[in-house]
Nanobody, 118 residues
Framework: QVQLVESGGGSVHAGGSLTLSCAASGLIFESCERGWYRHVSGPRRDLVSRITGNGTTIYADSVKGRFTVSQDNAKNTLYLQMNDLTTDDTALYYC????????????WGQGTQVTVSS
């Protein structure tokens, strides 16, 4: 059974930093896409950053230069280093990963809240 557990969220002032972690069980971060999304309102979760199946990292324009996605294969954990946070980064952050034949199945964590105050 696939499980993704996020941690590291919290409350910081603008300009601060946080590091989110996503510990995975039941899957290995390797050949399928994995990454971070965030939700502010409405039904959509917006892409923050992802690592494609071939290892390419992709970032939303709004976080380029401030956020860094990485993974520790030994710990099977995905990270999101967030620097120079702004109030616009306030959101519920989700880890997501694909598995299965043709990476057809997408799994989500429960989310971790990030709140940035001015």
């Amino acid at each position: 059974q696939v499980q993704l557990v996020e941690s590291g969220g919290g409350s910081v002032h603008a300009g601060g930093s946080l590091t989110l972690s996503c510990a995975a069980s039941g899957l290995i971060f390797e050949s399928c896409e994995r990454g971070w999304y965030r939700h502010v309102s409405g039904p959509r979760r917006d892409l923050v950053s992802r690592i494609t199946g071939n290892g390419t990292t992709i970032y939303a324009d709004s976080v380029k230069g401030r956020f860094t996605v990485s993974q520790d294969n030994a710990k099977n954990t995905l990270y999101l280093q967030m620097n120079d946070l702004t109030t616009d980064d306030t959101a519920l952050y989700y880890c997501a990963a694909r598995t299965g034949p043709n990476c057809a199945f997408k799994h989500w964590g429960q989310g971790t809240q990030v709140t940035v105050s001015s």
